[in-house]
């Protein structure tokens, strides 16, 4: 639910001389990391290479200590941190994904919202020159929806077209067409 709207929920946190930056998505990734550290999700045989490269990351952060300052450190824990959480952000989605049409509806639904934001972004807000002072890209007459990347939004759009022309071929409803449609015009 919260994907769609990008950055429009970010915040920051500044550590020390960093500025790093926290989105409502890192939120529910730490709650799904603490609910799976008490219960324990059940992992399948590909998570044992996650959890060896967290040892080596964890070990390269260990080492870091010695080489460089501490905000840095910091710095490089929080991010590991988030990436640990994130790993238990798949294991709790390949516990849910069983059910295959609900996560595909699900999926073209956050595609479809991306692309309506974008074309409210496209018509209401085209001239993004003046983010360039908060340190974003300088675009004027892009489509970059809620992300503000053109790229990003691009390939978000090009995944829900190459859904909906998929599920127009197979199953020949009229809906898909029309999603299918809507996307190539984004």
């Known amino acids: 639910i919260l994907f769609p709207f990008g950055q429009l929920l970010r915040w920051e946190a500044t550590i020390g001389t960093s500025i790093i930056p926290i989105y409502p998505t890192d939120l529910v990734a730490g709650l799904i990391f603490t609910l799976g550290l008490l219960k324990g999700f059940p992992k399948p045989p590909l998570f044992k290479h996650i959890k060896n490269f967290f040892y080596l990351a964890g070990f390269s ?12 450190v910091a710095t490089g824990a929080l991010y590991f941190l988030r990436l640990i959480a994130y790993s238990y952000l798949f294991l709790a989605v390949w516990n849910i994904a069983r059910d295959k049409k609900k996560w595909f509806g699900l999926l073209l639904g956050v595609c479809f919202a991306v692309g309506v934001f974008g074309w409210f972004q496209y018509f209401f807000y085209s001239d993004l020159r003046a983010l360039y002072a908060w340190g974003w890209d300088d675009h004027l007459f892009r489509l970059v929806g809620t992300f503000l990347d053109p790229t990003f939004t691009g390939i978000i759009i090009v995944f829900g077209f190459i859904l909906s022309v ?3 071929l197979f199953k020949k409803q009229k809906r898909f067409l029309f999603l299918s449609l809507l996307f190539f015009q984004c």
């Open 166 to 168: 998929s599920s127009f």
């Open 61 to 72: 952060l260990l080492l870091s200590v010695a080489i460089f300052k501490t905000a840095l």
